[in-house]
């Protein structure tokens, strides 16, 4: 029975799991994505999130607790430098989880796993879908008044091609 085990051991040792969790959070930090299986993905994100949040404070402490928990100079000045400039806003929710399907060999479950604010197509497609207008059916005071003005200059113009037909009219 699985009581009190609150999180998936990855059918690994205790040293495997957090080496593998360690590789893995300094290769998603530095490239910004990842492609791996669904339960590593799940348990990835668990790992990295408060390494990210804690990242938000640029102390000394923060950055040796980072240290031991990736083990990569490398990472480390990433995630202090490129990506906290992205996310320092942001109130949690650092990385996406996307489902690319089956492995053909054993039929796991794939998914690729990702830094939220580094996926530009995301990014762009978001932009454009905040703008929205809000329609009536009263007409706005802006077309109402272009109509008038339309029906105003097409008036003079009807009577003076009324008033030429009279003209011809007469002269026969």
Do not use: W
Not at 139 to 149: D, L, R, V
Request: glycine share 6%; charged share 35%.
């Amino acid at each position: 029975m699985r009581h009190g085990k609150k999180f998936n051991h990855l059918g690994r040792t205790a040293s495997h799991r957090k080496a593998m969790l360690s590789n893995m959070a300094a290769s998603l930090i530095l490239h910004k994505r990842i492609s791996t299986t669904l339960a590593k993905a799940k348990e990835l994100r668990k790992f990295v999130e408060p390494l990210i949040t804690r990242a938000k404070e640029d102390t000394t402490h923060n950055r040796r607790i980072a240290f031991s928990y990736l083990q990569s100079k490398d990472a480390i000045k990433e995630l202090f430098g490129e990506v906290i400039e992205k996310v320092a806003t942001r109130p949690g929710g650092y990385t996406r989880i996307i489902k690319t399907g089956f492995r053909l060999g054993d039929n796991a479950e794939m998914c690729i796993i990702e830094l939220v604010d580094f996926n530009e197509l995301m990014l762009k497609e978001a932009k454009p879908a905040k703008k929205t207008t809000r329609r009536s059916r009263r007409g706005s005071g802006a077309s109402s008044n272009a109509e008038t003005n339309t029906a105003v200059a097409d008036a003079p113009e009807a009577d003076a091609s009324e008033t030429e037909k009279k003209e011809d009219n007469s002269a026969e």
